[in-house]
C-alpha cells in the first residue's frame, strides 16, 4: 500500500510561484513513475506533468516552460515548482503514483495508480 500526502498549496497573485510537494510512504519508491494531475471546477481531471523512474519528464502544453516536476528518491519526494501562474491554473492538484506491472506477493499485476487527496491551489488578485 502506498500513501502520499501533499503539502504546498495555497493562494498566490497572478504572477507569483508555489512549490508543491508529495511525500510517498510505502512501497519501492524509485521504480514508480510520479505525476500531478489537477482538476478545476467543472472540468475533467488532466495531467499537468509526469516523471518517469529514469527521469524523463512531460508537460502539458499550458505549463511548459512554467512548471518542473522532480523527484527525490532517497527522501521519497517529488515536487511541482509552479512559476508565472496565471489564474487558469486555479484547480485541486492531485499527487499520483504509478506502481509498474509485475510480480508482487506472489501474483502478476498491471500497472495501478495511487493517489493523494489533493492540495488547492488559488491564483487570484
Known amino acids: 500500500q502506498v500513501q502520499l500526502v501533499e503539502s504546498g498549496g495555497g493562494l498566490v497573485q497572478p504572477g507569483g510561484s508555489l512549490r508543491l510537494s508529495c511525500a510517498a510512504s510505502?512501497?519501492?519508491?524509485?521504480?514508480?513513475?510520479m505525476s500531478w494531475y489537477r482538476q478545476a471546477p467543472g472540468k475533467q481531471r488532466e495531467l499537468v506533468a509526469a516523471?518517469?523512474?529514469?527521469?524523463?519528464?512531460n508537460y502539458a502544453d499550458s505549463v511548459k516552460g512554467r512548471f518542473t516536476i522532480s523527484r527525490d528518491n532517497a527522501k521519497h519526494m517529488v515536487y511541482l515548482q509552479m512559476n508565472s501562474l496565471k489564474p487558469e491554473d486555479t484547480a485541486v492538484y492531485y499527487c499520483?503514483?504509478?506502481?509498474?506491472?509485475?510480480?508482487?506477493?506472489?501474483?502478476?499485476?498491471?500497472?495501478?495508480?495511487?493517489w493523494g487527496q489533493g492540495t488547492q491551489v488559488t491564483v487570484s488578485s
Open positions: 516523471i518517469t523512474s529514469d527521469l524523463i519528464t
Open positions: 499520483n503514483a504509478a506502481r509498474p506491472p509485475g510480480y508482487y506477493n506472489g501474483s502478476y499485476y498491471r500497472t495501478y495508480d495511487y
Open positions: 510505502g512501497g519501492i519508491f524509485s521504480i514508480y513513475g
